[in-house]
Structure formats: structure tokens, C-alpha cells
């Protein structure tokens, strides 16, 4: 046995300190590549695929990586492993188009919605989260869930920072009227 | 509706991604507009439910190891298409090595050796780094300059280089700053110059001019920013100090003191010609 890890060793010898760089600086984000590569595919086998796909890329291109942020340059490759699945297999959900009309509600009912946001399970937001176009949903993921700055956003989507702030903008009033829908659904189904 | 402009604006001002005038300009609409301010909360609340809740999806497990075990075998091609390739020479007991790709399992073993310590460390320190999102960058800027004012009051932290010669200091700044700071003396209007240093705000390093009025010390706070129009002077006070903040030429200005508010807005207005 300890002859076996002696050999593999001398034999990994000429990438071990590229590997010891990847372990350190990529592998710790895991959970963020599987995080963004599920919400953005919406089911967990595909995501497995996609993050297991990207991480080989991304041990590929390892000597692309010239320091900065280990997690947006991984998260990048994530995101576009993603994306190219998607135009692969599901090119409906890229055309998506998203109504502009904002339909925010009368201004006279907002102490009721800021209960109902106040009281909203998590269930019902990942449903709302994920019928969100994707573009908007990543915009979302990386900014609530990740706490990344619109910088990083920006170079992950490869968008003007502009407009991870519209996206924002749009995706979160998008997530409300969704929100305020569901809650009316329960409710019907309450009574039935 | 005036709010249209500023509903975009706010997400920017929500996400603490705006610039310290455009951050105070939005506060000050908050002030008067009841709309934007519910909006606001609104958004805190939505923002609320998204970090209390269960959203964020973690690798299920045997991910980890079927990615280590992908990347061993690239590995491992990789080191036998090297080895190949340099016609390097084994002993005949590595045969076995160099004829096939190594067995992923011997190198995952490996992997997963190192992995583990870095992982568990990774993991404690991603554990105990708490998630500060809950102030905007506007306030902090704020926050940071006036803390950062108090702290250059404490014994020997005022000055880096003290001259009230303003050709001393502003060759100091050279090679320690990626801009040339504009420096001023005013000693015959009654605000001599007495130093400078370097200082570190708004996550960036920044010059900071000391001047004297009385018994008061005024700190000038000096950084260029990219998109440049030029800001009138705005007043903002906090915790019992005096600030200016304008933007001239591509550089943000900011006067901090416990200055009465007449006398610093006359010591900014000659900064300023």
C-alpha cells in the first residue's frame, strides 16, 4: 500500500505543485459550483454532471488562472459549462422572454405584502426563484446567495455592471409579484 | 414619476454597490419619499427571507470524489502522455505505470490525503467568517473616513511626513499613490498645512492632508475616481464631526473636522479655486 502512494506520488511529481494550488485555491468551492450549476439547470443530476464536467475544465485551464478570485474565476467556468448544456438541451428556457410590465401591486395593499414577504417559507421561494428566467436567477443566486459584488457578477455573466443592477432590479420585483401569486394559490387551496 | 429614476438606484443603494455621492443623493430622496423608503424595507424584507432560508444548495454527497477521481485519471493521462513523450527512462518495476494511466483510485487516494486538512480548514474558517452585508457601502465610506479621522487624532497617528511646506509634501505621495493629489497651503488665510499621510479608505489607499484651524485639526481626505463629473459640495454630519464631500476634476474630496460647519465649508470653498 504505502508502496502503491509511493509510486503514484513520484509519478504525479511533475503536476504535484499544480495540484496542490488547485486543492487549495479551487476544490474549497465546491458547494458554490454546485450551488449555481443547480439553480441555473434546476435538477440535481444535470447539476452533478455540470459541476463535475466544469471542474475538469477548469483543471484543464488551471494555468490560465493568474490569481484574483479563485471562486469567480471557478464559478465562471461553472456558468458556462451551464449555459452551453443548456443551449444543448432545454434552448426554450435561454429564450425565455420576461414580460417588462412590472405588476407591481396597488400601493394601498403594502403592509399585507410586506407580511407575506416577512412570512415566506422557503418553499415557496425556491419556487419563485426558480421560475425566474435564467438571467435574472443567476443574477440573484450570485448576488443573495454567494454575497458576490456586482463586479464579480458582472465578469461571471460578462454583462456591463449596469446590468447585473437592472437584472437585480427586475429579477427581485419579478420575485415579489411571484411570491404574492403563490400566497394566493395557497390560500385557494386552503379552502378547497 | 421622479421615483422611476431612483428604483433602479435603490437596488444599487440596497446592495451597498453605489458611490458615496450617489448614496447620500439617495438617501436624501429616502427622506422625503414614504414610496421608496416602503420599497426599500420591501427589498430588506425579500433580502431577509433569502438569508434566513434554506436556499443555498450544497454538493450532495460523493461529488467530491467522483470529481477527484476524474481529475486523478486527467492526471494521470496527462503524466503518462508526458512521460511518453520525454522518452524518459523507468525502471522496469514502474513498467506497469507508464504503460497505463495510473489507477485513479491510487492518485485519488492521494488527492484526498492533502484534501482533507485543507478542506476541514477551508470549511472552519468559511464557519467563523460572519456575512457582513448589512450596511451599504455609502454609510460605511462615511463610517470609514470619520473612523478613520478619530484614529489619526490618537498619538502618532496623524502624520507621515509633517511640513507645512506643501512642496514637501506632495512629492512625499509620490510612488505611494497611483495619483498625484492636489496639495495646498492656506497658512496666511489661517489654515496652515501642517502634513500629510497615507491612509487607507474605502478599500483603497488614499491621500489625507492635515490642516490647522485654532486648535482644530482638519483631515482632507484626497482619491480619484474613474467616472468623473464634477459634485457640488454636500454636508453630512456624523458622530459629532463635520463633513464635506465634492468630486472635482476626477478626484473625490473629503473634509472631516470638528470644525464648525462655516468655517470648514470656508476652508473647502479655497480648496476648491
Known amino acids: 500500500m504505502a508502496e502503491a502512494m509511493d509510486t503514484a506520488r513520484e509519478a504525479g511529481r511533475p503536476d504535484s ?52 478570485d479563485a471562486r469567480a474565476w471557478l464559478l465562471k467556468i461553472v456558468r458556462n459549462t451551464s449555459y452551453t448544456f443548456l443551449e444543448k438541451r432545454r434552448p426554450g428556457e435561454l429564450a425565455e422572454e420576461f414580460d417588462e410590465k412590472i405588476h407591481v401591486p396597488e400601493r394601498d395593499t403594502t403592509d399585507v405584502e410586506t407580511a407575506l414577504v416577512q412570512s415566506v417559507e422557503t418553499r415557496m421561494l425556491q419556487d419563485a426563484l426558480a421560475e425566474l428566467p435564467v438571467n435574472f436567477r443567476e443574477a440573484l443566486v450570485l448576488r443573495e446567495l454567494e454575497g458576490m459584488s456586482y463586479k464579480e457578477i458582472a465578469e461571471i455573466m460578462d454583462v456591463p455592471m449596469g446590468t447585473v443592477m437592472s437584472s437585480l432590479a427586475r429579477g427581485r420585483a419579478k420575485l415579489r409579484e411571484l411570491l404574492l401569486q403563490g400566497r394566493g394559490k395557497e390560500g385557494l387551496r386552503g379552502l378547497r | 414619476m421622479v421615483c422611476d429614476d431612483n428604483a433602479r438606484w435603490l437596488h444599487g443603494y440596497l446592495d451597498g454597490e453605489l458611490d458615496l455621492v450617489r448614496s447620500l443623493e439617495i438617501e436624501e430622496h429616502l427622506k422625503t419619499c414614504p414610496e421608496c423608503s416602503q420599497e426599500l424595507r420591501r427589498h430588506q424584507t425579500l433580502r431577509k427571507a433569502f438569508r434566513s432560508s434554506a436556499l443555498y444548495e450544497r454538493a450532495p454527497r460523493g461529488l467530491e470524489a467522483r470529481i477527484r477521481a476524474s481529475l486523478a485519471n486527467e492526471a494521470g493521462g496527462v503524466e503518462a502522455a508526458t512521460a511518453d513523450a520525454g522518452g524518459e527512462v523507468r525502471p522496469p518495476t514502474d ?143 456624523l458622530q459629532g464631526y463635520n463633513m464635506l464631500i465634492w468630486r472635482r476634476g476626477g478626484i473625490y474630496y473629503c473634509a472631516v473636522s470638528d470644525l464648525n460647519p462655516s468655517e470648514l465649508r470656508e476652508f473647502s470653498q479655497m480648496m476648491q479655486q
Open chain 1, 17 to 68: 505543485q499544480a495540484g496542490a494550488r488547485f486543492e487549495q485555491l479551487v476544490m474549497p468551492h465546491l458547494d458554490a459550483a454546485y450551488n449555481l450549476a443547480r439553480w441555473l439547470v434546476r435538477n440535481q443530476h444535470d447539476a452533478e454532471d455540470i459541476v463535475q464536467e466544469a471542474y475538469l475544465r477548469a483543471f484543464r485551464f488551471f494555468g490560465g488562472y493568474h490569481g484574483g
Open chain 2, 95 to 237: 513498467a506497469k505505470v507508464v504503460s497505463m494511466p495510473i489507477s485513479p483510485r491510487r492518485v485519488a487516494l492521494n488527492w484526498i490525503a492533502i484534501a482533507a486538512a485543507v478542506l476541514l480548514a477551508a470549511f472552519i474558517g468559511w464557519r467563523l467568517i460572519p456575512r457582513s452585508d448589512n450596511y451599504t457601502r455609502g454609510e460605511l465610506t462615511a463610517q470609514e473616513i470619520v473612523a478613520s479621522h478619530i484614529r489619526s487624532l490618537q498619538p502618532g497617528h496623524l502624520m507621515d511626513v509633517q511640513s507645512t511646506d506643501q512642496h514637501t509634501v506632495k512629492p512625499w505621495f509620490n510612488g505611494r499613490l497611483d495619483f498625484a493629489p492636489n496639495v495646498k497651503d492656506f497658512a496666511e488665510q489661517g489654515y496652515p498645512l501642517v502634513g500629510g499621510r497615507l491612509d487607507y479608505v474605502t478599500s483603497r489607499s488614499v491621500a489625507a492632508l492635515v490642516y490647522q484651524r485654532r486648535q482644530h485639526l482638519i483631515n482632507l481626505y484626497e482619491w480619484p475616481e474613474e467616472s468623473s463629473s464634477d459634485q457640488a459640495v454636500r454636508a453630512v454630519s
